[in-house]
């Protein structure tokens, strides 16, 4: 297989958009036939195709007046209401939540009006069981608070706990890189992400995106001095 990059594609006329469409040499979608084939495949498992079907019902109904021509955008609904309605839609019941304990605030709001909708909030913090940061390696110079107890953050229990207590659908509420990966690594029911960290950017990371050519402009040039691809 061929190296492809689809955030690199320099098609305006995409041809995973349109039938008519176009891509350069390494498309996926014009050259790989096989594995899309494949993909189709996992779909027939019915619980698969209901998901995929319903996630797409909700994708569609974020937009009003979907019946107007010539038809311009208009999203409607933020996340929060997407994932109440998609829920409902999916006949979930009992939403797992795993958090950080820097966005506890966050998370109480947050489980306050999924209770309010109607649904059982089982949630667990990062740092459950209190685990000291040593137990991992952590050396006392490389703690945030130096000189003091600090747990680790436990994605693994987090997981566990989410498991046992047999959660419909699991949110995942600001767990830092890395830890996110080991609670998705370890979870069995299907997880969605409400909000990620970033702890500058009060849990925005596209921000620094949008401000690449300002403010962080600095981690838009590679290590030879010039701007990445897509920066310019």
Same mark, same amino acid.
């Not at 494949?38 to 079907?53: D, I, L, Q």
């Not at 109440?84 to 966050?106: D, N, P, Q, T, V």
């Given at each position: 297989?061929?190296? @492809?990059?689809?955030?690199?594609?320099?098609?305006?006329?995409? !041809?995973?958009?349109?039938?008519?469409?176009?891509?350069?040499?390494?498309?996926?979608?014009?050259?790989?036939?096989?594995?899309?084939?494949?993909?189709?495949?996992?779909?027939?498992?019915?619980?698969?195709?209901? @998901?995929?079907?319903? !996630?797409?019902?909700?994708?569609?109904?974020?937009?009003?007046?979907?019946? #107007?021509?010539?038809?311009?955008?208009?999203?409607?609904?933020?996340?929060?209401?997407?994932?109440? #309605?998609?829920?409902?839609?999916?006949?979930?019941?009992?939403?797992?939540?795993?958090?950080?304990?820097?966005?506890?605030?966050?998370?109480?709001?947050?489980?306050?009006?999924?209770?309010?909708?109607? @649904?059982?909030?089982?949630?667990?913090?990062?740092?459950? $069981?209190?685990?000291?940061? #040593?137990?991992?390696?952590?050396?006392?110079?490389?703690?945030?608070?130096?000189?003091?107890?600090?747990?680790?953050?436990?994605?693994?229990?987090?997981?566990?706990?989410?498991?046992? !207590?047999?959660?419909?659908?699991?949110?995942?509420?600001?767990?830092?890189?890395?830890?996110?990966?080991? @609670?998705?690594?370890?979870?069995?029911?299907?997880?969605?992400?409400?909000?990620?960290?970033?702890?500058?950017? $009060?849990?925005?990371?596209?921000?620094?995106?949008?401000?690449?050519?300002?403010?962080?402009?600095?981690?838009?040039?590679?290590?030879?001095?010039?701007?990445?691809?897509?920066?310019?």
């Amino acid at each position: 297989m061929e190296c @492809f990059n689809c955030a690199k594609c320099p098609s305006n006329d995409k !041809a995973c958009r349109s039938p008519e469409g176009k891509g350069p040499a390494w498309c996926p979608t014009t050259t790989e036939e096989a594995v899309v084939a494949s993909s189709m495949e996992k779909y027939g498992a019915p619980e698969v195709m209901e @998901f995929a079907r319903s !996630a797409s019902l909700q994708e569609a109904e974020c937009y009003a007046g979907r019946e #107007e021509r010539p038809y311009v955008l208009n999203p409607v609904k933020p996340r929060l209401e997407e994932l109440i #309605e998609f829920s409902r839609r999916m006949g979930y019941r009992r939403l797992g939540m795993a958090f950080c304990a820097g966005l506890a605030h966050e998370a109480a709001v947050l489980a306050g009006i999924l209770d309010a909708q109607g @649904f059982e909030v089982v949630s667990v913090i990062c740092k459950v $069981g209190g685990v000291p940061k #040593e137990k991992i390696g952590i050396r006392e110079e490389e703690k945030i608070r130096i000189g003091e107890f600090e747990s680790m953050c436990n994605p693994v229990a987090q997981a566990l706990f989410l498991n046992r !207590a047999r959660t419909d659908f699991n949110i995942m509420l600001g767990l830092c890189i890395g830890h996110d990966s080991l @609670f998705l690594k370890n979870v069995e029911a299907l997880t969605t992400v409400f909000a990620v960290k970033d702890r500058v950017t $009060g849990h925005n990371p596209l921000a620094s995106l949008y401000t690449s050519r300002s403010y962080y402009q600095r981690l838009a040039k590679r290590r030879d001095g010039k701007r990445g691809e897509g920066t310019k």
